[in-house]
């Protein structure tokens, strides 16, 4: 087609959409105004999709739960799930005509973990106490896992995509945290605003915690960088301020554990420590605690420190478990959960359905001020013990089985990686990862886009420089081209 015909077609296409706009403008049909942000994204999932996944990525911190907002009865978070839900299906079109992605990814050792994890989640939506909650918690596992892992890690092919990734999530968040901090400023920064005040954009203070946890390790690693320039590096120490502000001020004592703990794992590998060592020791520690619970209970409930808006006192609150509403009521969701354990410790009663199966099981020694009787306050806050009451040993052990492959082959591409910013980014998605795998023995948010997102997407960058930028190197550094 020449270009004078090209143009025509272009000038035919405006004329015909403000035409439509008049026209729809005199019926006050305002919906004709988002006609050109469908073609668009049309355009994107057909021609770029990489370009529509980064805009999802981006919009991830600042989307919206419809159910939450009281617009629809279903828990949809838009514009990011429709996007990932509609990618994954083009994935899968894409996938019957032989044109997806690269099949080394398929075959990666993660992967066949995963496909091994969404088998038995299909299998056990089969035996759930109710099949379409479960089926729903099947779905949107599977539009996470193929688009933020599968199309990720092949678009990771191109090293200028991850910091794309990382960096479209960080502008977005960095908005989040402002707004956050200011309507936090209008309460004096106390402790019980601080729960809600990221509403609607998070829906309370502790998934708003985990997610600034987990991104503050990989903006550590980004400030590491040797080639950055002056401007980027102004840019990124003002984020670096404001995440560890928003960190702070979040009151959430889960994820300032987590930030901790990733501290530890990195003087490992600073260290030099193989990863067979930590797992011993990490065995032992665990053999340990659990010999010696009864008497770690005792003293345990000799703390009466309550949380509060002093920030040394609100530490000390975390083993408060004789007093702590919030703690005691955490001790209820995982004796429920290991009652429904014992119940059906084989194939659980279903994905995702603890929140509608567990208030029987609630012991009136256990309930506190803020449980319910209908049992509506929310899921097992434990990434471990939820998988484990719904889905059974198998499906705990498939979780631990992920956290085992990814510190193993983080342990082995840290310790060989010659390339300076290759173990830069290792190093910040393994240690991002690992506060949420940490934040994960008290809670458990990735039934939401703004955990599951960086999740996903951070496990596809390990396996995309696994499989693309770790056989390849010749030892010089390759700096993408937005660091210059």
Request: proline share 4%; with cysteine.
């Amino acid at each position: 087609m020449s270009i004078d015909i090209k143009k025509r077609v272009l000038y035919a296409v405006i004329g015909l959409y403000l035409i439509a706009v008049v026209f729809a403008l005199l019926n006050d049909f305002l919906y004709i105004f988002l006609l050109p942000v469908v073609l668009g994204v049309l355009y994107c999932a057909f021609y770029h999709l990489e370009y529509l996944l980064l805009f999802a990525v981006a919009s991830t911190p600042l989307s919206l739960n419809l159910e939450e907002q009281e617009i629809a009865g279903v828990g949809l978070y838009l514009p990011t799930e429709p996007l990932l839900a509609g990618s994954m299906i083009l994935m899968f079109f894409k996938m019957l005509s032989n044109k997806s992605i690269d099949k080394k990814i398929f075959h990666h050792p993660l992967s066949y973990l995963l496909y091994l994890y969404l088998g038995w989640t299909g299998l056990t939506c089969i035996t759930s106490e109710f099949p379409l909650v479960s089926v729903k918690f099947l779905i949107t596992r599977l539009w996470f896992i193929s688009t933020m892992y599968f199309l990720m890690t092949h678009i990771f092919q191109n090293p200028h995509r991850i910091w794309h990734f990382v960096l479209c999530y960080l502008f977005s968040l960095t908005i989040v945290i402002i707004y956050t901090v200011v309507r936090h400023s209008e309460y004096g920064f106390d402790k019980e605003s601080a729960h809600w005040v990221m509403e609607p954009l998070f829906k309370d203070h502790t998934s708003y915690g985990a997610v600034l946890a987990m991104f503050t390790p990989m903006l550590l690693a980004l400030l590491c960088w040797r080639n950055l320039n002056l401007l980027l590096r102004v840019i990124l120490s003002i984020a670096a301020i404001i995440l560890l502000l928003g960190l702070v001020l979040s009151f959430t004592r889960a994820a300032w554990i987590s930030v901790v703990g990733a501290g530890c794992i990195l003087a490992v590998l600073l260290l030099k420590v193989r990863f067979r060592t930590l797992l011993f020791t990490f065995l032992l520690g665990g053999g340990l605690v659990f010999f010696a619970w009864e008497d770690i209970q005792v003293s345990l409930q000799g703390n009466k420190q309550e949380s509060s808006d002093k920030l040394d006192e609100h530490v000390s609150s975390i083993s408060n478990v004789s007093s702590d509403a919030s703690n005691l009521e955490r001790l209820n969701r995982w004796n429920c959960a290991m009652e429904m354990f014992y119940e059906r410790p084989i194939v659980g009663w279903g994905p995702g359905t603890y929140q509608f199966v567990y208030a029987p099981f609630q012991r009136s020694g256990d309930r506190t001020i803020i449980s319910t009787n209908q049992g509506d306050g929310g899921n097992a806050h434990s990434e471990y013990l939820g998988p484990l009451c719904e889905q059974g040993v198998p499906g705990v052990i498939l979780f631990i089985a992920l956290l085992y492959m990814i510190s193993s082959l983080a342990f082995r591409l840290f310790y060989s990686l010659s390339e300076y910013g290759n173990k830069l980014l290792v190093l910040g998605a393994y240690l991002g990862l690992m506060t949420y795998f940490i934040h994960g023995t008290l809670n458990n948010y990735l039934d939401t886009d703004k955990a599951s997102v960086p999740f996903w997407g951070f496990i596809a960058i390990l396996v995309s420089i696994d499989l693309y930028h770790y056989p390849k190197e010749q030892g010089s550094q390759r700096v993408p081209a937005v660091f210059y």
